[in-house]
């Protein structure tokens, strides 16, 4: 079964230091993963997913993941953090030939900016 | 111009209640879906939906119907609404509904049951 871990409920960062934000897989085969971020009394909004290629996925507001096979870790990260990134993040994942069965989401992590 | 919509934003009413949520994308997607979010802020799916096949997630209660008039609108209709049914609910869509297709979310909408 699918399975999605975010281990951290809430992660505290200043503002301008770099920020990371830890997810791990458990799906076998070929995972495809997303990040997805979401603000206060907002929907979902997509960042970046990992498909296949290059393990360094760049996406929206300077946010970038590193696939890692390996460690089945897919960890978002920004180089700078902003007070604007306070947001609560999810990842999710899906499979080859899974489409129809959604997003397996995990629980989600807060991240908070400190000016 | 917003890609995937709901109404309403807010829905509150009594237990016992059959009550619609409406959604409507203009992204010309194939497929769409509804997830719950719950008071913790777990995300599940419910239901997945294209022009030819409802995936419905074997938890959810049949109280539970999506009702699609056509490719761009996917309605939720419950029936004899709970308490346990307070929630967030969320529309999304994508391309074909392909594993590799990002999903496209809508504002939400926030039911309470009293």
């Known amino acids: 079964a699918q399975s999605v871990a975010q281990p951290e409920d809430q992660v505290n960062v200043a503002e301008g230091n770099p920020l990371t934000v830890k997810c791990t897989y458990s799906v076998s085969g070929n995972p495809y993963l997303f990040w997805y971020v979401q603000y206060p009394n907002r929907g979902l909004q997509f960042l970046l997913k990992?498909?296949?290629?290059?393990?360094l996925v760049k996406g929206s507001y300077g946010f970038e993941a590193e696939f890692n096979k390996s460690q089945t870790s897919f960890h978002l990260k920004k180089p700078s953090a902003l007070v604007s990134d306070s947001a609560l993040y999810f990842c999710?994942?899906?499979?080859?030939?899974?489409?129809?069965?959604?997003?397996?989401f995990g629980k989600g992590t807060h991240l908070i900016i400190q000016p | 111009d917003t890609a995937v919509s709901q109404t309403p934003k807010y829905l509150v009413t009594q237990m016992g209640n059959d009550k619609s949520i409406k959604c409507e994308q203009n992204l010309g997607h194939d497929t769409m879906y509804w997830y719950k979010q719950d008071s913790k802020k777990f995300l599940k799916i419910m239901f997945s939906?294209?022009?030819?096949?409802?995936?419905i997630n074997e938890t959810v209660p049949n109280r539970f119907s999506p009702k699609s008039p056509d490719k761009a609108h996917l309605n939720l209709h419950i029936n004899s609404l709970e308490l346990g049914d307070s929630a967030v609910y969320f529309c999304a869509s994508s391309d074909r509904g392909h594993s590799t297709d990002t999903q496209y979310f809508g504002p939400g909408t926030r039911l309470t049951v009293l």
């Open positions: 999710a994942e899906t499979y080859s030939g899974g489409g129809a069965d959604g997003l397996t």
């Open positions: 939906y294209n022009n030819k096949e409802l995936i």
């Open positions: 990992y498909i296949t290629g290059d393990n």
